[in-house]
């Protein structure tokens, strides 16, 4: 998960340089005012979103899978839980009923 974050984060600041040279070269139109920074900075995650979708598709399945394979490790231990406590339930249940 730690490298699909990484790798989308390099997307970024790939775009957000290529952007910040386009407009400092002017071939793309500055932000008005003082806001250069916030357009540029748009404008790149406007780009890198798609660019990220399509390049990091199998680290993204990657991620994908090991996220699912926890929380199905986490609802295995939650119905071994639940079980447990049951199975002592009954067992008390039993005792109280015998005694």
């Known amino acids: 998960m730690l490298r699909y974050t990484l ?3 390099a997307i970024f600041v790939v775009c ?9 070269a002017g071939i ?3 932000g008005l005012g003082g806001s250069n920074f916030l357009w540029v900075a748009l404008l790149a995650l406007v780009i890198s979103a798609p660019i990220s979708f399509v390049v990091l598709r199998r680290e993204r399945d990657r991620a ?3 996220v699912v394979a926890r929380v199905d490790r986490a ?3 939650l119905e071994r839980s639940r079980s447990q406590e049951d199975a ?3 067992a008390m ?7």
């Open 64 to 66: 994908s899978e090991h």
């Open 88 to 90: 002592a339930d009954d």
């Open 7 to 9: 790798k989308r984060l």
């Open 28 to 30: 793309v139109p500055r």
């Open 16 to 24: 957000f340089l290529a952007v910040w040279g386009l407009t400092y």
């Open 93 to 99: 249940r039993a005792q109280r009923g015998l005694g």
């Open 75 to 77: 609802k295995a231990n």
